[in-house]
């Protein structure tokens, strides 16, 4: 099912040295149960699962027509992995079906590398890696505006797991509202007029409100059901008394994402 990844650094696909011989974790991520003893009753309470972080393994193998060779593309390797220890980055890959996605990651544990008697040009890596966010995203950033005049608008999530889109309201518009009518959930902003040249950005997934200067303005949020975009076609309704000039839109940033492949 992976055809290639291509960074942090190029392995399968075409690449004359780096054959991905197994690929784990490219499934669902990991799950938690949330649960509770039911006292004086037989069994437990389960009332949602919530996914967790995301392990991958890859086994990947390295073969050259020198020794030299060889050692240098192990040293590329392991380089190329040695992510940092303070923060995430990409892995971003391609399927056999032309998917191109990407997750952030680090590593989960040493790197396997041993060298085998008799093999002096050819050998396995085996490498684990964590990523905290369940979803595999697209590699293609979408961006849709919708204005305040117009009212609403669709954004479609071409994947198959929920994301959480990003998004910068600019005036001039009073008391401005966004809603997912698909979900029924709402962000409202009351008592606030973004002015002709301004904007604020929302951060749905992080549940953050700032203007342009980067100041916290979480305290004018009234309705604070921060959504998602399902699967699918997504309406989103606007609220709010647009004024008589700048762009009154809001511009939403977001990839498609994929429980699993």
Known sequence: MIYEITAPIALGGTSAYYVIKSADGFGSAGVEPVKWDRPGFHG???????WR????????GVV????????????DLEAAFDLPRNGLSWLKFKTVGGLELQTKVQLNARIQAP?????????DFRIELIAEDPTLYSQTEKE??????????????SGNAPVYPTVRVHGNVLDPSLMNSLTGREVSLSGITIASGHYYDIDMLN????????????????????????????TITLGGTPGGSGYQKATFTYRDGYIGI
């Open 44 to 50: 437990i309470k389960i009332p949602r699962v919530m």
């Open 53 to 60: 972080e995301r392990i991958i393994r890859l086994v990947i």
């Open 64 to 75: 050259a027509p020198t020794s030299t060779i060889y050692e240098q593309k192990r040293r």
């Open 115 to 123: 060298f085998q008697a008799g093999h002096i040009t050819a050998g």
């Open 144 to 157: 849709t505006d919708i204005t305040f005049v117009a009212g609403s608008g669709a954004l479609i999530n």
């Open 207 to 234: 549940e953050t409100v700032k203007d342009e200067t980067g100041s916290n303005r979480y305290n004018y949020v009234d309705d604070d059901d921060f959504f998602w975009l399902s699967p699918g076609s997504n």
